[in-house]
C-alpha cells in the first residue's frame, strides 16, 4: 500500500461547471476526512466518514458540496456549479490503522482552479 | 476552539541550528498532532503525542506538551535545507476532525 491517493492532481474548471474529486485511502483505514486549503493557510475541516457514514460536516460544505463514500473504500466530493471562490487545494486524508488509530495521513491534494 | 495556533508566523535558521516551533490551543484534548508540508504538497504526518505523554522523540524531532498550559513546542535539532516548509499542529479532541492553524513557516539557510 502506497498511501492515500487523490485524482485527479490539477483541475482547471470554468465557473458554473461541476467537478468531482476521487481519494483513495489506505486500505485498512475506516475513516476519511476532506479537507479544503487556501494559500497561506492550514487545511480546514469539511466533512469526514467513518466506514460509509458521513458522521460530521462543516459548516463550509455548502449544498453546492457533496461527498459521498458509498462501500466504505475510496470516497468522491463533487462540487456543483462552481464559483472562483472554490478555487483551492482539496486535501483527502484517512486514519484508522492499528497502530495509529488517530493519526491522519494525508493525499497529495487536488489542486482546483476556477477561472 | 480546538484550533491549534502555531508561533512564531515564521522563522529564518542556518542549517545545523535547531528550531523551535510553539502551539497553543483552547480546549482539553486527546492528543497534539504535528505536520509538515512542502510548498504546494500535502501534509505529512509527523508526531502525535497524547495528552498524558509530556514528551517525544522521533530521530531530531522532540515534542512536548504542557496540558496545563494548553501549549505544545516541536523542537528540530540540527536542522537541514530540506527541512524548510509549514509546519503546522492540530490538536484533537476524538478522533474525528483535525483544526489547523495558520502554521510556521520555517526556512533553513544552507
Known amino acids: 500500500d502506497t498511501g492515500v491517493s487523490q485524482n ?15 481519494c483513495d485511502p489506505i486500505s485498512e ?9 487556501t494559500l497561506g493557510q492550514g487545511p480546514e475541516f469539511l466533512t469526514y466518514f467513518q466506514n460509509e457514514a458521513q458522521l460530521e460536516k462543516s459548516r463550509l ?16 466530493l463533487e462540487i456543483q456549479r462552481t464559483e472562483q471562490g472554490d478555487s483551492a487545494m482539496y486535501l483527502c486524508a484517512s486514519s484508522g490503522g492499528t497502530y495509529s488509530y488517530n493519526e491522519q495521513f494525508f493525499g497529495p491534494g487536488t489542486r482546483l482552479t476556477v477561472l | 476552539s480546538q484550533q491549534g495556533e502555531e508561533d512564531p508566523q515564521a522563522l529564518s535558521i542556518q542549517e545545523g541550528e535547531n528550531a523551535t516551533m510553539n502551539c497553543s490551543y483552547k ?19 509527523l508526531i502525535l503525542i497524547r495528552s498524558n505523554e509530556r514528551e517525544k522523540h522521533s530521530g531530531r524531532l522532540r515534542v ?24 503546522f499542529c492540530a490538536p484533537q479532541t476524538s478522533g474525528s476532525r483535525l483544526t489547523f492553524g495558520e502554521g510556521t513557516q520555517l526556512t533553513v539557510n544552507p
Open chain 1, 29 to 37: 483505514h475506516n475513516r476519511l476526512y476532506w479537507y479544503r486549503q
Open chain 2, 64 to 87: 512536548t506538551l504542557d496540558t496545563s498550559k494548553k501549549s505544545s513546542s516541536l523542537l528540530i535539532t540540527a536542522s537541514r535545507a530540506a527541512d524548510t516548509a509549514s509546519y
Open chain 2, 27 to 45: 480546549t482539553s484534548i486527546n492528543n497534539l498532532q504535528w505536520y509538515r508540508q512542502n510548498s504546494g504538497r500535502g501534509l505529512v504526518h
Open chain 1, 61 to 76: 460544505l455548502s449544498d453546492r458540496f457533496s461527498a459521498e463514500r458509498p462501500k466504505g473504500s475510496f470516497s468522491t
Open chain 1, 8 to 22: 485527479p492532481r490539477h483541475k482547471i474548471t470554468k465557473r458554473g461547471q461541476n467537478v468531482t474529486f476521487r
